[in-house]
């Protein structure tokens, strides 16, 4: 089957992009939405992901399409593997990487490819200013001297900002001008789980991360809470065996908390609700929600709270 897929690749040559990380969902995901944006249903570009385990996998795809480039978003684990693979590519393979991951930069001076970087550093190639949160996120983007104002609706975080940066990147290689680049993006759509906002009950609002695990997610998912003012009240949704740090913070800055699972260390606070099941909770959060709410759903891994989301949302 890979021998058949080769041969083909052979007689079309599409153009290739090699997204490499472990994370590369929402990367994949804004890239697809551009490709489609401006190709419509056509399938004239190839996306590959994978770690930089599996980089020699993409070699033969690298080395034979017309034109090709490499996505570099998240930290690299063997900076001189990846230089070594990077050298054997040929010199019309175009390289994208993250200008905040102090490694990757050391690269453009030490390979033959071109490249581009991207990140919240104006010396990056490809670099983003005056980040702003109310319905979503609204920033600029600049690029050889021309800025363009962005706005992505219902969408937080640092990850979409670094995923938008990277494709707005490949756009621009691709020979998409910004301007249409930022009207494309204009309808993109968040990840179930990923720091999205959507329409609840009682008109609230429903700031989904429930898909968002680590700590530094959480943190920075409730950074944001704090940024955001139009929110008559910030309630939030939570595993009671959070970590300590989490559990402080959503102390400090939500005005009332739907605690899920036993939690002893806490002493009872006025703002504080306790619930052993999620479907303990569920009716008295729908009785609470109230016009211009914010619910703020942090991820567990060991409590599916993303099931709350059905039960609260908007109902068309």
């Not at 950074?223 to 309630?235: F, G, N, P, S, V």
């Not at 949704?237 to 002893?264: M, R, S, T, W």
């Not at 959060?285 to 891994?301: M, Y």
Request: proline share 2%.
């Amino acid at each position: 089957m890979e021998q058949i897929q080769r041969i083909k690749f052979l007689i079309e040559k599409k153009p290739t992009i090699v997204l490499v990380g472990e994370k590369t969902e929402i990367l994949r995901k804004f890239i697809e939405h551009l490709i489609f944006k401006e190709l419509g249903q056509k399938k004239d570009i190839i996306i590959l992901e994978g770690s930089e385990e599996k980089l020699q996998d993409f070699k033969f795809y690298l080395q034979k399409t017309e034109f090709g480039v490499i996505i570099l978003k998240d930290e690299v684990k063997n900076f001189e593997g990846l230089l070594n693979f990077l050298k054997d590519l040929p010199p019309k393979i175009n390289l994208i990487f993250n200008f905040e991951e102090k490694k990757l930069r050391k690269l453009k001076d030490l390979i033959n490819l071109h490249s581009l970087s991207f990140g919240m550093d104006e010396k990056a190639d490809v670099f983003v200013s005056s980040l702003k949160f109310n319905f979503g996120m609204n920033f600029k983007i600049s690029f050889g001297g021309a800025t363009v104002p962005f706005w992505l609706e219902g969408v937080f975080g640092r990850e979409y900002i670094l995923s938008l940066l990277a494709s707005v990147s490949f756009g621009v290689l691709y020979g998409i001008n910004l301007v249409e680049i930022s009207q494309y993006f204009k309808e993109f759509e968040a990840v179930p789980g990923k720091k999205r906002l959507i329409e609840g009950m009682s008109g609230s609002f429903l700031f989904d991360d429930s898909k968002s695990f680590e700590t530094k997610e959480q943190k920075e998912a409730l950074e944001i809470l704090k940024e955001i003012q139009w929110a008559k009240r910030k309630i939030c949704v939570l595993d009671g065996e959070i970590e300590q740090e989490i559990l402080e913070l959503v102390l400090k800055n939500c005005d009332l908390i739907f605690l899920f699972g036993k939690n002893y260390t806490l002493e009872e606070k006025e703002k504080i609700l306790f619930f052993d099941k999620i479907e303990d909770g569920i009716e008295k959060l729908k009785e609470t929600l109230r016009e211009n709410d914010l619910v703020l759903i942090l991820g567990s891994q060991k409590m599916n709270l993303d099931s709350l989301i059905d039960n609260i949302r908007k109902i068309w």
